[in-house]
């Protein structure tokens, strides 16, 4: 900055200190984007182990006409064979 001539040397100090003070803003306070989610009643249980992951997000996506990102087992009824499932998904709204 020495060498610099003294009407440069405030701008380029001023723009500097702006571009980090950004830069550290977007790395501190960049949100990532929520999932949104609703419960459903699914009946095929062979598809809710564990190796069947990407067959049942599969399944749920064609099902619902939603991409599903994941999908939690809240509940299981083997006698009426169904199960109750909270699933994920982007809203295609906010990203």
Known sequence: MATFYHPVRGPVLINTIIILSLIIIEFFFHKKPTLNNFKLTYDRLELLNPGKKNELL???STRS???IEKARICRIDLTKGQA???VYYKNSKTG
């Open 58 to 60: 599969s399944d749920l």
């Open 65 to 67: 006409g939603i991409k």
């Open 84 to 86: 109750e499932l909270e």
